[in-house]
């Protein structure tokens, strides 16, 4: 605390990431990163003369990438607006279409930095609460509001809303906007990207640190109609014309245009995904239904989400608790490679026997 401190910087409560503890041989299930590298065509462009033309500002437009993202989700360039991760993306629509405008309305269980940015641009918050069985749904959120956002799948469930409903929500409140927020869209959701054309209340946010192994590289993208895009442009030409280095352009740009190994990297963690769910469910877990990179898991009576995370801690595996309201019963496990899951799936079934 300092005397120089602003009334929002002292009141507010900043966003907790996951840890990146520096352990050697650590399997890291917490942060929901892929487990696999981005496409071989990433180390490729990043060559010598990326580095010297480093001297240079990179397009502030990235024009290049925008274009690629524009033609693989087959929209106009104008339609697409790219910033330095999708965190980014967000604080950035919260400061263009609804600070000063009304109420946001999200999930009670959720992506926990949605109350942050609410808090750093003062805009009052309503949360909804998903059913008994975790669902969200989205005929619940009838309140007036200026913006509704959630992530679908949705954080930390893993559970998919149905684009029909989404579709439903647009036409149902054409003076609010719809923030489709898909980090985890790739691994087995239905984009709301198709509908961006049609609708000019939604706003489809999406992220490279996920599907596409580019956690390290921080970018993200938002989709929607042209006047959307150009009050994104607005704010960000008011505060960092340059939010995406050269490196980060070509890296993108060369992952979006590597379709088939995307695919198949996405397809091995839904593979993944599934064995560990039945594996764990045969030991006993209750596993919510995840069409994610992570499963949302319940440990069987005998032993506590909280005392499972550490145990598994002890022997090197990082995974996710939530000491949280709804959700404290469960842990949010991101899926790793086959023989990071063996290794799991071993410690866990050796724990629950000590149990
Ligand atoms: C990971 C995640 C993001 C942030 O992604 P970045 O592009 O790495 O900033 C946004 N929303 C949700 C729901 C996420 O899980």
Redesign the pocket.
Known sequence: MSKFWSDVVREIEPYVPGEQPKIAGLIKLN??ESPYPPSPEVAKTIDRDAVDQLRLYPDPNASELSQALADYYQLDVGQVFVGN??????AQLFMAFLQGRGTVLYPDI??S?YPVYCQLFGVPAKTIPLREDFSLALADYSTEAAGIIF?NPN?PTGMGVALDEIEQLLKARPDTLVVV?E??IDFGGESAASLVSRYDNVLV?Q????SRAL?GM???FALGQRSLIEGLERVKNSFNSYPLDRLAQRAATAAIQDDDYFKASCAKVVATRDRMTSRLEALGFTVLPSQANFIFAKPPAAVSAETLAAQLREHKILVRYFNRERISDYLRITVGTDEQIDTLLAVVESLLKGA
């Open positions: 942060t929901n991760g999708s965190d980014e993306v967000l959720s992506y930095f992530p954080a927020d980090a985890y946010v992220t490279f640190s996920k956690a921080r970018v993200g």
